[in-house]
């Protein structure tokens, strides 16, 4: 069978930050009880920062337990996330990383003394209230250069859009305006400049009646239907970047302003430390919505990496990779009809009863008729 999948020379390479054969060798000379074994691995260098950005109010809870036993639940806790810096190679702060290697003829692993660094910045929902804020400001709005909607399109009498919802965890809605004279010769204005100023969207239906059409410009802006320069981009340049790069174009640059510029260059440190997070964690946490329950969410978020002195992966091991991969790909073209297909369709699925059974066997037959076939 021909290979169907190659690589590009390079492959990364996910690790855990702390090696379990330490924590099994730890429990295994471990001549005192479990939880003096917790609190002296949780002395550990590096260990309190990693807590605190995967959850800021564990890592309070943790230390209004210093200088006396931690209740069972909380020593499970902690457990959990110890186990989890030596144990899980999947994203998660500080407590796994990642190097990216090459591929050649052997493999071959070293790490250097010291190959661990951390790159940080805000987390998203930072710049995203910010832009937010400064949208809805009204001395600053006026200030903006203003674009159609780039999932705007036209369907019948409709103008149709995509709206993002504006609470904590936000989500996409389908919206829509009836098409008017009006909002046309602003739809035909922008579609030809691009984008426009504040001013410009205003001068656009003449001298008369500015009020009004100020007051119509801003629903359009607080709709979605017009978004500002400052709408952050998803892939790119980094929000917090790209925000700062807006802002500083800008005759006023507000106080949010530089405490995110603030935050970027305290964030810019390798390693970072506890109270740098502290710090930009108390700049911001006002501005941010509580979450349901009232737990706080980590303001920063730090990726872990790694630079190797050697590591490759030889072509060999890769090749049967893709051989597999390909091998695999017979599953697109598998016809599979969904047990829903073949129900009947007067039939009514009670949870309790046969339909549910009915359509668990039926998957369970399709996907074993799919392996069969691979």
Known sequence: MNVVFDHFSFFVLRLPARPISQLIEAIKTNPSKPSDLLYRLLQQSRLAEAIYLASPDLYLTWQMAQGKEMDPSLQKAMWRYLIRSYGRATPYGLFAGLGVGTIGKTSRFELGSNPWYNVSRTDSLVPITIAKSFTNDPQIRTLLRYTLNNSLYNVGDQYRFSERTDNLKSSIVLSSFQVTADLT????????????????????????FQDEVSTYINQL?????????????????????????????????????????????????????????????SMFKDLIPEEPEGRTQALVQTDLFFAAKQLELPSSTVVQIARQFGQLRYCLYHPYVSPLATLPSDSRIDLMGRQLIYLLLSTLKSASDLCRTI
């Open 185 to 208: 010769r602003l739809v035909d204005y922008l579609s030809k400049q691009g984008s426009a100023s504040y001013a410009d969207l205003i001068r656009l239906y003449g001298e008369d």
């Open 221 to 281: 802006i607080d709709d979605q239907f017009l978004v500002s320069q400052l709408n952050l981009p998803v892939t790119g340049l980094e929000m917090t970047d790209y925000l700062i790069d807006q802002i500083k174009q800008l005759p006023i640059q507000p106080t949010l302003y530089h405490q995110l510029v603030q935050a970027k260059q305290l964030l810019a440190e390798s390693p970072v430390n506890l109270s740098t997070l502290e710090q930009v964690q």
